[in-house]
């Protein structure tokens, strides 16, 4: 494998990347700190980022604490995911028009938006996310070119995560902690009592162009090194495991198995899993017109397989229980995927961990239909 | 088949041709492309999305001769606000078509086989290609069975094609009705009663099966006594659906999207499935 | 033409039974035929035969009050008419009309009924093949029962 160009940049040289960005014609968006949170929105400098703030996770558990350093990066993935800007939540799909008896069809999408997006701070199991999402998308049988118009020519700025959060799995679905393809511009933060640098990592002839026009030094053996502990240290310190051994016989297998009953029991229903899941993808199609019934457009929304109508059907919902729901939910997301597109659905963010408003957790469900304990970080539910 | 369209979301506009009330509740529409454009093609077991303005859209069933071009045929059963704006419409008026979308009945397999093919209610309409194609090209088939379940006599569908149909060489026509009248001379019973009728030869027969998932239960279990193995018996199936691109989710059932995967499946792929509850 | 006996013994119904009581049957059995709009049997009264349809088709039915007659059930060539002969208090439980005109074999279930009291493995004979018809008329009718057809709103 030929060896990836690197380079060494100064903190600071953030601000000069954002700048550089605009002036290419991209509109940066990136992680900030809003509503207690870290979300994705516009980043105009490098202020806008959470500079000098951390997460903290756990099943359903999810708070920001600042940190002792100025880290910009040092915090993992909020309740957001590149999703909402590739594959956005509401987008007009056509309108129409009356015409006495008739309609016209106007036509008229949602347009793209009007420069490319740079994607910044991305991390590797959000790449890995944005692949799965690629392969559903765009290289099925039909490709969607609302997904592709947003899609292509965009600019990634991936972030190698130097800590993990509790709810953590990357390493146990193969996507983590460290980014290894599918970004222009790879970046790991140091901070140290005495320094704050970034070793850029080149993924591609854009990313090259891009980081020519920062001011950069040669990287040295030795900040290689301290790069390599900081992303070992975050690899180290991941808390949770799933094993994905036969996983997809594993629960194809279990479906009548009594956990489903024991999560049911706890699950709400309440869709957030799906809501913050970057892999996630299901829509729905609605028909909105004006007042005066002349005017019709059709609107694609992000849909649920949680909610009571996604599998309705003459008369009545073919999954009315919570239970098929999360069993359905789960069973896709961890072994029909693989039959339908080749690889898990899960990447191991831990998002739905995290935002799951009763705590359940998608890797101690696994473990517990495998039979095996669970492991530690495990909630105790109280069950007997 | 016919390309789609850049955007696999947008209609073509199509006008209603005509419209025949086949039932209390049930309407077949033929539609014809509103410009000047082709009008799209598809094959036996293949599915349109129907976009009524202002309304919404429907998955329905391609019903009429793959073979004669010009126009669409459709037959729908309102149910509800979406399938009744969609039996309303009057010659003239428009209404969307997305696809044609989904696989097809196995009309390659069955070549120089008997064709059995057993319909409940509705199921009859996706199955009436298949037998336009078979009379067709007779030559192709062995003996073409028709077994078709409905509730009523007043409830079945196409009932002078059903007469003309049973009147075709090396063909035979049994329909029957849970609840019949006594001006009703026909059979009365569950479309699984009229096997005793038929004398299968299961080593050379493909059999198509369309109506409600019950009764889809009920005849695999009879074909299965009659000996006939699990690839030879097809299935029509259904589920909630948005898109019919694979996009949407809606429509999955088990690891298959019954848009792209099916809607027609072999029982072998669908057996476990059908056995499970909630899936 | 056909013996009776032939007829019995050929039948997919009796298969397996032995020869002696194949003979018994056709002893018991003898030719019939109903006009079609004929009534073969009526409901509530003694049920002393059973029937093998041998061309034709026959509707079961029950009469309701304000309904009119309903037809529950058509029989046609290869079926069996009837096993209230076999079950007390033998009465018929539906009437059977002849929709076409009707060929059967009779069977003289009453003589049977005796005969089978006395030879306990003829009973069981008969009682295992007419209880799979039943099994089969359960399974029928319950799918009947679902009203699969119905829009279900």
Known sequence: MAEKTQALVEAGQIERLIEVLHRRGYEVVGPTVRDAAIVYDRLEKLADLPVGWTDEQEAGSYRLKRREDGALFGYVVGPQSWKKYLHPADVRLFSAQRQGE?????SNPDPPPPGRYALLCVRACELAAIAVQDRVLLHDRYRDPIYQGRREGIFIVAVNCTQPAATCFCTSMGTGPRAHAG??????????????????????????????????????????????????????????RMDTTGIRDLLYSNF????????????LACANCTMVCPTCFCTTVEEVSDVTGDHAERWR???SCFTQSFSYIHGGSVRSSAKSRYRQWMTHKLASWIDQFGSSGCVGCGRCITWCPVGIDITEEVGAIRGATASAGENDHGNT | MATLPTDPMVPDPYRVGQVWKETSDTFTLALEPAHSAACSGFSPGQFSMLYVFG????????????????????????????THALVSRKPGEMVGVRGPFGGCWPLAEARGKDVVLVAGGLGLAPLRPVIYQVLRHREDYGRLIVLYGGRSPRDLLYRKELAAWARQPDTQVLPTVDY?????????????????????QPARTVAMLCGPEIMMRFVTRELESCGLQEPDIYLSMERNMKCAVGFCGHCQYGPYFICKDGPVFPYSKVRSLLEKHEI | METL????????????????????????????????????????????????????????E???????????????????????????????RLDARAVDLTRAIALDGKCLRTKCEQNHDLGYELLKRFAHIMERRLETTRFQLLDVYAAHK
């Open chain 1, 102 to 106: 008739t309609f016209r069809i106007l």
């Open chain 1, 183 to 240: 970004f222009d511009l790879a970046l790991t933060e140091l901070v140290g009592p005495d320094h704050h640098r970034i070793l850029i990592e080149v993924g591609s002839e854009v990313g090259a162009e891009v980081l020519a026009e920062l001011e950069h030094f040669e990287a040295s053996d030795d900040v290689e090194r301290e790069a390599e502990q900081a992303v070992g240290r975050a690899r180290s310190q991941i808390q949770r």
């Open chain 1, 256 to 267: 009548d198995h009594p956990r489903w009953d024991d999560v049911a029991q706890r699950c």
């Open chain 1, 301 to 303: 929304r992000w849909d």
């Open chain 2, 55 to 82: 309304v919404g859209e429907l998955p329905i069933s391609i019903s009429g001769d793959p073979e004669e071009p010009g126009r669409l045929i459709y037959t729908v059963r309102s149910v509800g606000q979406a």
């Open chain 2, 180 to 200: 019949g009248g006594l001006s009703w001379r026909g059979h009365v019973g569950v479309v699984t009663t009229l096997f005793r009728y038929v004398r299968l």
């Open chain 3, 5 to 60: 006996e032939r007829i019995v013994a050929e039948h997919p119904f009796f298969a397996g039974l032995e020869e002696q009581y194949l003979q018994l049957l056709a002893g018991c059995a003898s030719n019939v035929r109903f006009e079609g709009g004929k009534y073969i049997l009526r409901e509530g009264e003694e049920a002393s035969q059973f029937f093998l349809i041998r061309h034709g088709k026959v509707a079961l």
């Open chain 3, 62 to 92: 029950i009469a309701a009050p304000h309904r009119g007659r309903l037809i529950v059930e058509t029989l046609g060539e290869g079926d069996i008419l009837g096993w209230s002969w076999l079950i007390p208090p033998y009465h018929w």
